[in-house]
């Protein structure tokens, strides 16, 4: 388990992620959205290939993060594109190339900080504890909140959502304040490379994998729903499935002690 002088500095990077989901739930409705704003479903493709490309782009520009930078960046950008999408006008491409460019920079400088200091309190006897955690919590909120979400958003507009879940981040990053030992992390791409070519492909097909779960389910989902309480029952109803298959994965991966 985790030392208990490491407890409350561990929920609160828990804490964390749980507010980062929250605004990610919301997130997803933004496809439909832009979809009713005007713009086409390949802009929306477009947008997303910029997002990975400026993502993939910061890993070579940067050579250092410090986990503290990184998570108050990295929030605020993820506010600021709430706050952009409430003032987002309708069918501008220079406007949504900048929201992609925003948006990019904010992946790289979230997730990768956010799992270093995450699995810094793991040890041999809670690697598998630590790792069913950091992937149970995003489908729970997931199962539940798009629904909700879609159902506010039928009686009250976009608007009060997207700004809820930049306020959720601004919570994020009062919590952010509370955390005491930060992490400086060397980014020597090839260096990092050469250390996991064994796992590669496993890496490759988690970011297949969560690029198919988060953007291509719900892209794929405003081909044939559009309205909003529908599209969120739908998207919940993945979220529980993606419930149960991170149980599965996790119990199976465990019998073969293959949680690292």
Known sequence: MIKMSDRKEFLTIYGIQALVSISIAVWEFSFLYLFKQGFSFAHIIACYVIVYLVATLCYFLFRSLRTSNSFYCSLFLRALIYIMLVFLLPSNLVYLALFA????????????????????????????????????????????????????????GYDPIFIFAAFSLFIAMFVVSKIKKHIVIELEVKKRCKKIKKILPLFL????WQGVNWIAVPLVTITFITEEIKFGAFLSIIGLAGVFASLITSRISDKMKNRS
């Open 101 to 156: 460019v925003v948006f990019g920079v904010m992946v790289f400088w979230f997730w990768m900080p956010w799992s270093v200091k995450f699995f810094s309190f793991s040890n041999n006897d809670n690697k598998a504890f630590l790792g069913s955690l950091s992937v149970i919590l995003p489908p729970i909120i997931r199962a539940v909140l798009p629904f909700l979400t879609g159902a506010i958003i039928a009686v009250h």
């Open 205 to 208: 097909v988690e970011g297949f």
